[in-house]
């Protein structure tokens, strides 16, 4: 196996140059080009976009103000606050007039060719030559996976950027020593993985490098390299370190969330992978389920069209190839594609079924999410195949060769006559279908200069195809842009919550949300629902108290329930929004009294004057329990306002009056009341408690005791004048 010369380095930029521009070139011929759609319009791009201009303003990103009733940043591990390409992404885009709506596309243009730069130079480290190197780092870079999902979750290509760099690593520092650079290319690796944004993914990748490993120590084992495995472990272990203090906080947030809680077993193994969905490793183009997404297509697990076919040689190559290492190397690979295949099949595939009494793993959901993993093992696969086809082209004969060009076409022209194709008649379709059938006629034959040629240029037209693909792909959008809020969003009073009561709605011919569906991420105003959130985190008071399924949307039924109430006064809700089809909810609203604000075309908005600030005096104190919740706070709303406190040992009592008047800081991770207490009284916050709040009454630090089930609370001594909650350090 080769090491990294100076000259080896060279094919990295032009890996990098290639997948950069595949990129850009398969947005500009699709029909409908975007990045920033789903989750990342509704949460990550502006979440992003704050918390890393907060960092180049000088300030920690502590606190979001915007989601549910606030978050700790810091503690989120969706945040990416700790992820530093983010930050530079933001100052890019600052430096050139972009904004928010920006920064999906900013993020996934750095980290392609970062991808694709690392998995070339694995590959050639392998041993595959740099045409072949380049095929497979283009491929990877700029698969269906990561270009449908990066438009979607914009931490996906940021952490599996840095894959290919920790499998680099561990490989060299098996293969010529552990140094120094090599240990701090891993934990680097490693670390930026975990920073980028979801613990999930970080398990994952910790689980394909160690799995990497064993392989590695296998393919050439001997008693030079126990010496290396040794202080290979080592070094893994610190780099764990460093990931485990990335994670320490997240698991702590994760145990105050419903996602170990809100789906049962079989809500999360439905999110698996369709053993059909595999016939995507051949085209893109076939209309298929896929078990994960609505849309009907294989474009997923596409990476190539020459994979398939050199994977067909590989098969031919390890019995008649007696080359034991690359033997090894090969079963190494195989080894892992099957593992991780057989974990993304779900229940289909028996291994993750079993996986999930494991603590940490259990809260994880998709087994899909580990598509990547398999992806990547079979490119690798067929890259190492495909090498050793060259070196050995007289292994199969012409007869074979005829057989493994025509098998995959003829495969491929039946899957389009059998199943249909929901894009072929798009760009990004006509290039897919043309640079997929080539690679597949031309993978046997590709150790004739010619036919080389055109099969490289194939690989590069598949891998724009398959972008544009993935921007044509009918994924949920939005009608309208940041900053794009209708009329209505102009009356209300930012110091008070909106609670959108109706679920999303999506126009069946423009696969678009009516307008009315999500302003959270377009106005910043502090949305109490699934509005610009992220399920995965939804807070398991949220689905207790207000009675909201998995995703945040609150159930039928429950509504009636919660209008009116003193609890929905205490969480600041004054605003409440209906889609204009949803009857139910609209008359329930009517019946409760509350005046209609706005009466649009898509939607209607209603007022609930009774909605109290940010800040408020309880008028009654005591203990909390789930049966005194429910008998205090979902009582119809009559101007009382208990405060139940956790560890509160005092009989239940009234309060003297007491009056405050609060104000939120610029840096939103405080709120500051002037009151009038002669007497003292218990002051409550509409934020959600965790570890980190403190506060102080005229300098004088109080404890924060946690209120109502979700709030903070203080006892004000009497006579106190100014009261400020400040959460972090």
Not at 266 to 278: N, Q, T, W
Not at 344 to 363: E, N
Not at 546 to 575: H, I, K, N, W
Request: aromatic share 10%; glycine share 10%.
């Amino acid at each position: 196996m080769r090491t990294l010369s100076l000259k080896r380095w060279s094919g990295a930029p032009l890996a990098a140059a290639a997948a950069f521009l595949c990129s850009l070139v398969g947005a500009a011929v699709s029909r409908d080009p975007g990045f920033n759609r789903w989750d990342n319009f509704e949460y990550f791009s502006i979440l992003y976009w704050k918390i890393h201009s907060l960092w180049l303003a000088g300030q920690v990103p502590w606190w979001n103000q915007h989601q549910f009733l606030g978050e700790p940043l810091l503690a989120n591990a969706q945040s990416a606050a700790f992820y530093p390409p983010h930050t530079v992404a933001v100052a890019l885009l600052r430096a050139f007039g972009g904004g928010p709506g920006d920064l999906a596309a900013c993020v996934a243009l750095l980290h392609i060719p970062w991808m694709a730069a690392g998995w070339h130079l694995l590959l050639e480290s392998l041993g595959v030559r740099r045409v072949l190197a380049l095929a497979g780092a283009v491929s990877l870079a700029c698969c269906g996976y990561f270009a449908v999902l990066g438009m979607v979750w914009m931490h996906m290509l940021p952490a599996y950027a840095w894959l290919p760099w920790v499998l680099l690593g561990v490989w060299t520092a098996l293969e010529h020593g552990v140094t120094l650079g090599r240990s701090a290319l891993i934990a680097a690796g490693l670390a930026c993985a975990a920073a980028a944004g979801h613990p999930q993914q970080t398990v994952y990748i910790w689980l394909h490098v160690l799995a990497f490993a064993a392989a590695a120590a296998w393919t050439g084992w001997s008693a030079g390299r126990r010496g290396r495995l040794a202080r290979l472990a080592l070094a893994l272990a610190l780099a764990g370190g460093a990931s485990l203090l990335l994670l320490l906080a997240p698991l702590r947030m994760l145990a105050e969330t419903a996602r170990p809680h809100g789906l049962s077993p079989e809500d999360v193994l439905v999110h698996a992978a369709l053993p059909r969905s595999f016939v995507g490793m051949i085209l893109p183009l076939f209309r298929v389920a896929n078990g994960f997404i609505a849309n009907d297509t294989s474009i997923f697990l596409f990476a190539g069209g020459w994979v398939v076919p050199a994977l067909l040689a590989a098969a031919a190559l390890f019995v008649r190839v007696k080359e034991a290492r690359w033997r090894r190397l090969a079963l190494g690979w195989a080894g892992m594609g099957a593992f991780f295949t057989l974990l993304s099949l779900g229940p289909w595939g028996v291994l993750y079924p079993l996986t999930l009494g494991i603590p940490v793993w259990r809260d994880f959901r998709w087994p899909h999410k580990l598509l990547p993993h398999v992806v990547a093992c079979w490119v690798v696969l067929a890259a190492l195949s495909l090498e050793r086809l060259l070196r050995h082209a007289e292994t199969l004969t012409r007869e074979e060769r005829i057989a493994a060009s025509a098998l995959p076409c003829g495969l491929a022209c039946l899957g389009l006559a059998f199943l249909g194709s929901p894009l072929l008649a798009s760009p990004g379709g006509v290039l897919s279908f043309l640079g997929g059938l080539a690679c597949l006629g031309l993978t046997a034959w590709c150790h004739r200069p010619r036919p080389q040629a055109v099969w490289t240029a194939a690989v590069l037209a598949g891998a724009v195809g398959t972008v544009a693909l993935a921007h044509d792909l009918p994924l949920k959008g939005y009608a309208e842009s940041y900053g794009g809020a209708p009329a209505w969003v102009a009356m209300i009073d930012r110091a008070y919550r909106v609670l959108p009561v109706s679920s999303e709605h999506l126009d069946s011919r423009t696969r678009r949300l009516r307008p009315f569906a999500r302003y959270h991420a377009a106005t910043l105003d502090g949305y109490l629902s699934a509005t610009g959130h992220s399920p995965g985190l939804l807070p398991r008071w949220y689905m207790a108290s207000l009675g909201a399924d998995a995703s945040g949307v609150l159930e039928q039924g429950r509504l009636d329930r919660l209008v009116g109430t003193r609890f929905l006064d205490q969480l600041g809700v004054r605003y409440l929004v209906a889609d204009k089809r949803d009857l139910r909810n609209l008359v329930t609203l009517g019946l409760k009294g509350l005046k209609r604000l706005y009466d649009g075309a898509d939607a209607a908005v209603f007022e609930n004057p009774r909605a109290l600030p940010r800040l408020f005096f309880a008028t009654a104190v005591g203990a909390y329990s789930p049966a005194s919740f429910e008998a205090q706070l979902l009582r119809p709303s009559d101007g009382r306002r208990p405060a139940l406190l956790d560890g509160w040992i005092l009989p239940a009592a009234s309060l003297p009056q007491a009056v405050a008047t609060s104000f939120l800081s610029p840096e939103e991770r405080s709120l500051e009341a002037k009151v009038f207490a002669p007497k003292g009284g218990i002051l409550v916050m509409s934020q959600t408690w965790y570890p980190g709040w403190k506060a102080w009454a005229d300098g004088r630090p109080l404890r924060v005791r946690r209120a109502n089930e979700t709030l903070c609370a203080v006892e004000v001594p009497a006579g106190a004048k100014r009261v400020v909650f400040r959460y972090g350090l």
